[in-house]
């Protein structure tokens, strides 16, 4: 039983194109929805985080959209530049045992010059 | 700045050896972590541990088992090593605090 699912498998952008990558959760217990962005031979880290009871959040140009009633999340990264390229993973957890966390499949970005 | 670090960047291991993959992380989080990274499957929770000597089966605990003696030190074992657990292994310590998990840079095993 998948409980996130993540959308686009892979995306390519031009430079200065807004990439989004998509999220879907099912389970309605969820409460905390970070996203993890991971470069070759890194692990995952932390890029940004929501907790629903906020529709958007904004770091920089990472933009997190959260529409509770539909159960989905979405990463927008306006004017995408090649150092974002990365594998992204949405998760969903709840927020007193965030540790354990639910993982989406993960997007492979590609920015082009 | 947080450290996990996974002593054993790459293995290569033969079928049903025993394998031991060890994480240490250096900012006294009680919570560990043990996730398995696969192409298209994103991460998927093997086990995990909230204090020494305790520990809790994840998602796909089949064909592991771990060890946590001490707070800092958290290892993944592998009784008997099979192909279908060639894999990205990472290990992941967590704070409440900020709600964040801190991987370590992995450890990929290629079992022959």
């Known amino acids: 039983q998948q409980q996130v699912k993540q959308s686009p498998q892979s995306l390519i952008v031009q430079k200065g194109g807004i990439s989004i990558i998509n999220c879907a959760y099912e389970?309605?217990?969820?409460?905390?929805f970070p996203w993890y962005q991971q470069f070759p031979g890194k692990g995952p880290a932390l890029l940004i985080a929501?907790?629903?009871?906020?529709s958007e959040k904004k770091e920089g140009r990472f933009t997190i959209s959260f529409n509770k009633s539909a159960k989905q999340f979405s990463l927008h990264i306006m004017d995408s530049q090649p150092g974002d390229s990365a594998t992204y993973f949405c998760?969903?957890?709840?927020?007193?045992?965030?540790?354990?966390?639910?993982f989406g499949d993960g997007t492979t970005l590609t920015v082009k010059p | 700045d947080v450290k996990v670090t996974q002593s054993s960047r790459y293995l290569v291991k033969r079928t049903g050896e025993k394998v031991f993959l060890e994480c240490v992380q250096d900012?006294?989080?009680?919570?560990m972590f043990w996730y398995r990274q696969d192409p298209g499957l994103g991460l998927r929770l093997i086990y995990f541990?909230?204090?020494?000597?305790?520990?809790e089966k994840g998602d796909i605990p089949e064909g592991y088992s771990v060890s946590r003696e001490k707070k800092e030190r958290f290892s993944l074992i592998l009784e008997s090593a099979s192909t279908n657990q060639t894999s990205m292994y990472l290990c992941?310590?967590?704070?409440?605090?900020?709600?964040?998990?801190?991987f370590g840079e992995g450890s990929r095993l290629t079992v022959l």
């Open positions: 998760a969903a957890s709840i927020e007193t045992n965030a540790g354990k966390s639910t």
């Open positions: 900012m006294d989080h009680e919570n």
């Open positions: 541990s909230y204090d020494v000597k305790m520990k």
């Open positions: 389970n309605t217990a969820f409460d905390y």
């Open positions: 929501i907790r629903p009871d906020v």
């Open positions: 992941a310590s967590y704070t409440a605090n900020t709600g964040e998990l801190f």
